[in-house]
């Protein structure tokens, strides 16, 4: 920090100006702007596409919104995308979902980093304490709400992030960020950028951070549960003639978390323990990219990922190997193809723990797949419909068949229907599949006199992949007045949900019962709702973006569970979610900028609604540099946001200084 400012005191030679690099949120842009450039997004169909004509409920993150919000974590900047149920559970820990089901790790929503899936295959999920980087190098995050399982396979079910950064390209010379907070202790990052060869372009960065303790529910106590993290990471890019692209890049992190749980042993029962987690991994990704003609084009991408934790309950450690090939081609003035394969293998070692057991301990997971999908013009630039499907193999259910049809109707400029019905599933995890978890002792509760009792979690070779189909259709408008407008209504027919079922009871030794649980899939339900948007620019420095999510969720256990609280997690979900964000540019240096949301309660968990507002202001003395202070969660200072601790309020200073 102490570096930065005192780089702020001289004046730095030109370097590109990326302090609003890359194209504004598409709601903030005027009907003439939108008609002007090309805005594009990836996820929806491995292809560029028009957003305002995507026949899904897409919605794309500038680097300008994120850079305006003042927000530096990647779970965070997800509280801005309409739809999205963003949770702090903990100084480390959060809660991230659309559309239902934010518990625990949020196993029905797919994460990729540049195309990377970060999805953790042991519990099922996103690990959010080692998803990072430099928040200054994001192009834009697309966020689909809804299934992309087609295109992106199995548990992309409840919607896909995908978090894009810049090229090297654009990222050029040198950059130091520093940021200092009352919660977020500080971050302190730099970057470099350069040329190599003929159209080469390289990055290198840097970044740590530290987080102060978060504070218990009942009394206000630090809970010990601070932690660290250090990365780095380089990108590089060139075109290797006019038809070819090629991309390199990787990262290294390590970190450490020191938080209060409570654990399990044979002598001592169940008690209260602080527990220190390390987390270490590295990847390197690989693409490259030939434009065979303006009607065709080839990708492959191929990555490897290792990951490494260790705590008081597992260690593990995994390798994971990635490649598949995508090819983009139309026959005709009707039909764009979108077809392609893959394979993955993810190889795990884990040490058994009285905590958990994983059996066996050296596992070998794959998926492999083959996926078709057809965009068909019916009626040029109004009427298309796109059909596809996804044949995918994964290592405990075998072959799952992924098909989604959509169609989108766009009959003029300002006005797009669309609609889709589409299938996705979650596949079972390791500890679904292969894990033991002794959960809780009970001293003295056994069944007969002078006994414990011991209720323990076994795994189920029997536990299958939940299913849902879903039902989506949409509309959207804009007008030459810079107003937007984005709806989508859903309803998602769940099936084969997961249960936990009563298993064996047994007198393991003279001293102890054992009460066994066993995961199954004796649940059904649905969610259904109304997810609203709307963009509005008063003048040329004033935008305001808002949004207005309705759910209701409704779970209906089979008549021959055994599951008592199966039913219970409908009421995790809060019933509506409000959101209102302003970027205000009140001169050529001042920037003034607010975000106010609103959460209704989470009724199993007992936390009340609640307000919760940030402010920002920002100054630019000049082109290289970027000063800017603020205060997150006013009206919310010392409340929950889960059941696990509460969040504070945090006021902050950022320094980012261009070279």
Not at 268 to 293: A, I, M, P, Q, Y
Not at 409 to 417: E, G, H, K, V
Not at 478 to 494: K, L, N, S, T
Not at 627 to 647: A, C, I, K, R, T
Request: glycine fraction near 10%; include cysteine; proline fraction near 4%.
């Amino acid at each position: 920090m102490v570096v930065v400012l005192v780089c702020l005191a001289s004046p730095g030679a030109a370097a590109q100006d990326d302090l609003g690099a890359g194209v504004d949120d598409l709601t903030s842009l005027s009907l003439e702007d939108l008609m002007g450039i090309t805005v594009e997004v990836t996820s929806a169909s491995k292809k560029a596409q028009d957003p305002f004509k995507t026949p899904a409920a897409v919605y794309v993150l500038s680097s300008e919104d994120i850079r305006r919000s003042g927000i530096n974590t990647l779970p965070g900047l997800l509280r801005l995308v309409p739809g999205m149920h963003a949770v702090q559970a903990d100084s480390s820990t959060w809660d991230i979902s659309t559309r239902g089901f934010n518990s625990g790790l949020s196993n029905k929503l797919l994460v990729l980093i540049d195309g990377r899936t970060v999805y953790a295959p042991l519990f099922g999920g996103v690990f959010w304490d080692v998803q990072d980087t430099m928040i200054e190098d994001i192009e834009r995050i697309e966020v689909i709400r809804g299934p992309g399982a087609t295109i992106w396979g199995a548990n992309a079910v409840n919607g896909v992030i995908n978090i894009i950064t810049k090229r090297a390209e654009d990222t050029q010379g040198s950059l130091l960020v520093g940021y200092g907070g009352k919660e977020l202790e500080h971050i302190v990052g730099a970057r470099h950028g350069g040329t190599f060869g003929e159209g080469g372009y390289w990055r290198a960065y840097i970044r740590g951070k530290e987080n102060d303790a978060s504070r218990d529910l009942f009394f206000g106590h630090n809970v010990g549960d601070s932690w660290y993290q250090r990365r780095g990471g380089f990108r590089a890019d060139w075109d290797t003639n006019v038809t070819d692209q090629v991309t390199v890049q990787g990262d290294v992190y390590a970190g450490k978390l020191r938080y209060l749980t409570f654990a399990t042993d044979p002598a001592n029962g169940d008690f209260l323990v602080h527990n220190t987690s390390r987390s270490s991994g590295g990847n390197v990704l690989g693409r490259w990219t030939r434009e065979v003609s303006d009607d065709e084009s080839v990708q492959v991408q191929a990555y490897v990922d290792r990951t490494e934790r260790e705590n008081l309950f597992y260690e593990e450690d995994r390798n994971t190997y990635d490649i598949e090939l995508t090819h983009r081609l139309q026959p005709d003035d009707t039909h764009d193809v979108v077809w392609g394969g893959g394979y993955r293998q993810s190889k795990a070692n884990t040490s058994n723990t009285y905590q958990l057991s994983i059996t066996p301990r050296h596992r070998k997971l794959f998926i492999g797949n083959v996926f078709v999908q057809d965009e068909i013009s019916i009626i040029p630039d109004t009427l298309s419909l796109t059909l596809g499907t996804k044949l995918e193999k994964n290592a405990y259910t075998g072959w799952e068949h992924l098909p989604s049809g959509r169609v989108a109707y766009t009959p003029d400029a300002q006005n797009t229907y669309w609609g889709a019905v589409s299938r996705a599933v979650r596949t079972p995890t390791p500890i679904e599949r292969d894990g033991l978890i002794p959960a809780l002792g009970l001293p003295g509760f056994g069944f007969t006199p002078g006994t414990d009792l011991v209720f323990t979690f076994v795994p189920s070779a029997d536990f299958q992949a939940e299913s849902l189909i879903a039902y989506e259709a949409g509309y959207r408008f804009r007008d030459e007045d810079g107003f937007q407008a984005d709806v989508a209504v859903y309803y998602h027919d769940y099936d084969h949900l997961a249960t936990l079922e009563d298993g064996p009871i047994f007198q393991a030794d003279a001293n102890t019962w054992q009460w066994s649980l066993v995961d199954d899939n004796k649940m059904h339900g649905f969610t259904r709702g109304v997810e609203f948007s709307a963009d509005w620019q008063p003048d040329d420095d004033w935008d305001l973006h808002g949004s207005w999510t309705y759910m209701e969720v409704g779970f209906e256990a089979d008549s021959d569970t055994t599951d008592p609280f199966a039913e219970s997690t409908e009421d995790n979900e809060p019933r509506n979610i409000f959101h209102l964000r302003s970027h205000h540019v009140v001169d050529d240096q001042w920037e003034l900028d607010w975000l106010l949301f609103y959460v209704d309660r989470l009724t199993n968990q007992g936390v009340p609604s609640f307000w919760r507002g940030d402010v920002r202001v920002g100054y630019q003395p000049n082109e290289q540099t970027d000063l800017s202070f603020g205060v997150q969660n006013l009206f919310h200072d010392g409340e929950p946001e889960s059941n696990l601790s509460n969040v504070e309020l945090n006021y902050y200073l950022k320094l980012v200084r261009r070279f």
